[in-house]
T-cell receptor, first 108, second 116 residues
Framework: KNEVEQSPQNLTAQEGEFITINCSYS?????LHWLQQHPGGGIVSLFMLSSGKKKHGRLIATINIQEKHSSLHITASHPRDSAVYICAVETSGSRLTFGEGTQLTVNP | GAVVSQHPSRVICKSGTSVKIECRSL??????MFWYRQFPKQSLMLMATSNEGSKATYEQGVEKDKFLINHASLTLSTLTVTSAHPEDSSFYICRVTSGGPPDTQYFGPGTRLTVL
């Protein structure tokens, strides 16, 4: 069993739909990161969470430390949101362990 | 603008040659740089962690004599793939932390290595 598990692996949505990607982890963490990777490979850091909820534009990230679970929500999805979304947990020494990613495709 | 650069972005080389990949932090001092490798459809795998002025710490299974890491300054780390083979073809990406406020971490744009 991986230390970080994401679901779903693949997600196809229509433009405008509300999207949720889930992440569960099994280790103690200092923080959890949500990352976005575009087809070219570049990675953008979306959120770093240690508790509660953060919002940036149409993106919302939540974390429940007791349940070791986090969700990334995208409201009013758009084709430009199509990318791989990666959950990563941070442990000692700023070390990151990555989930396998969720491939999101938003169709117009 | 980008705060971490990698060079080259793409490289194709013959089997047996060595390839050097540079990771630079542009706007801040990078106390720690992490090197990752990503094969198609897989997650990023940590290869090594480097701190400025000290030897890199390699993950289990990563050959330190094959993947040479030099972190000579607070803004530059290099990864050299020595005697590259086709199985080394992958996407190599660096991650930089400053040791400063939370959220201060950035990924480089990555280097796509193809070994023929």
């Amino acid at each position: 069993k991986n230390e970080v598990e994401q679901s779903p692996q693949n997600l196809t949505a229509q433009e405008g739909e509300f999207i949720t990607i889930n992440c569960s982890y099994s280790v103690g963490i200092s923080a959890l990161h949500w990352l976005q990777q575009h087809p070219g490979g570049g990675i953008v850091s979306l959120f770093m969470l240690s508790s509660g909820k953060k919002k940036h534009g149409r993106l919302i990230a939540t974390i429940n430390i007791q349940e070791k679970h986090s969700s990334l929500h995208i409201t009013a999805s758009h084709p430009r949101d199509s990318a791989v979304y990666i959950c990563a947990v941070e442990t000692s020494g700023s070390r990151l362990t990555f989930g396998e990613g969720t491939q999101l495709t938003v169709n117009p | 603008g980008a705060v971490v650069s990698q060079h080259p972005s793409r490289v194709i080389c013959k089997s047996g040659t060595s390839v050097k990949i540079e990771c630079r932090s542009l706007d801040f001092q990078a106390t720690t740089m992490f090197w990752y490798r990503q094969f198609p459809k897989q997650s990023l795998m940590l290869m090594a962690t480097s701190n400025e002025g000290s030897k890199a710490t390699y993950e289990q299974g990563v050959e330190k004599d094959k993947f040479l890491i030099n972190h000579a300054s607070l803004t530059l780390s290099t990864l050299t793939v020595t005697s590259a083979h086709p199985e080394d073809s992958s996407f190599y990406i660096c991650r930089v932390t400053s040791g400063g406020p939370p959220d201060t971490q950035y990924f480089g744009p990555g280097t796509r290595l193809t070994v023929l």
